[in-house]
């Protein structure tokens, strides 16, 4: 079953609006950023079939994408680069993305729901829900931003890089990205706290 608006229209119904949703993208991969949308939807004009963006097709995320861009009332997409991730630790990151991101919208939000357990500071008060991309639409919208918004940018550096593979791979830790990682070392956009790439770096 897609997500739902119940949780925003339990927040309109306390008087809260406009209500942003934020979700990231990227925790576990060995390269790349750490993407980190939010996306206040119009109530009035909801995109249909809103979902959990791990559970679509590539081709339905694109898609879904489009419509929310033309009918949301404001989005903003951060990304905390792996140097951020290695500084600050990947839970550090995301936290702090998200609040860049909440911070950007060019509407300030009333109140941000956060997929997870972790609520950062932000701009205005939050929660976070657990599996909250598959229950709210305004976090499957930023998921869905989110998802887009890192596997085109990961197709971009697969040019700039394309020994690794990151186009078909997004930067996980598939046995040909460990292959290639062992056979030419990391690049800019590796992880090097992650332990994989550490244990090269170090050998």
Same mark, same amino acid.
């Given at each position: 079953?897609?997500?739902?608006?119940?949780? #925003?229209?339990?927040?309109?119904?306390?008087?809260?609006?406009?209500?942003?949703?934020?979700? #990231?993208?990227?925790?576990?991969? $060995?390269?790349?950023?750490?993407?980190?949308?939010?996306?206040?939807?119009?109530?009035? !004009?909801?995109?249909?079939?809103?979902?959990?963006?791990?559970?679509?097709?590539? +081709? +339905?995320?694109?898609?879904?994408? #489009?419509?929310?861009?033309?009918?949301?009332?404001? =989005?903003?997409?951060?990304?905390?680069?792996?140097?951020?991730?290695?500084?600050? !630790?990947?839970?550090?990151?995301?936290?702090?993305?998200?609040? +860049? /991101?909440?911070?950007?919208?060019?509407?300030?939000?009333?109140?941000?729901?956060?997929?997870?357990?972790?609520?950062?500071?932000?701009?205005?008060?939050?929660?976070?829900? =657990? !599996?909250?991309?598959?229950?709210?639409?305004?976090? /499957?919208? /930023?998921?869905?931003?989110?998802?887009?918004?890192?596997?085109? $940018?990961?197709? +971009?550096?697969?040019?700039?890089?394309?020994?690794?593979?990151?186009?078909?791979?997004?930067?996980?830790?598939?046995? /040909?990205?460990?292959?290639?990682?062992?056979?030419?070392?990391?690049?800019?956009?590796?992880?090097?706290?992650?332990?994989?790439?550490?244990?090269?770096?170090?050998?």
């Amino acid at each position: 079953m897609p997500a739902s608006f119940d949780i #925003e229209r339990e927040l309109i119904a306390q008087g809260l609006w406009p209500i942003a949703g934020v979700d #990231e993208v990227g925790r576990g991969p $060995l390269a790349g950023p750490v993407c980190v949308a939010a996306v206040i939807l119009d109530r009035d !004009n909801l995109p249909q079939g809103l979902d959990d963006s791990k559970k679509l097709t590539a +081709r +339905r995320r694109a898609a879904l994408a #489009e419509e929310i861009y033309a009918s949301a009332l404001a =989005i903003s997409v951060v990304m905390a680069p792996a140097a951020e991730v290695d500084a600050l !630790n990947i839970r550090g990151a995301t936290l702090a993305a998200m609040a +860049r /991101a909440a911070a950007a919208l060019n509407l300030r939000p009333a109140f941000a729901l956060i997929d997870g357990r972790d609520a950062p500071p932000l701009v205005c008060p939050a929660r976070a829900v =657990i !599996n909250g991309d598959a229950l709210s639409m305004s976090i /499957a919208a /930023a998921s869905i931003v989110a998802k887009v918004a890192r596997d085109r $940018l990961m197709t +971009r550096l697969d040019r700039l890089y394309p020994v690794y593979g990151f186009a078909g791979h997004a930067g996980y830790g598939t046995p /040909a990205h460990l292959a290639a990682l062992r056979q030419h070392g990391p690049c800019p956009e590796h992880r090097r706290s992650f332990a994989p790439v550490r244990a090269l770096v170090a050998g």
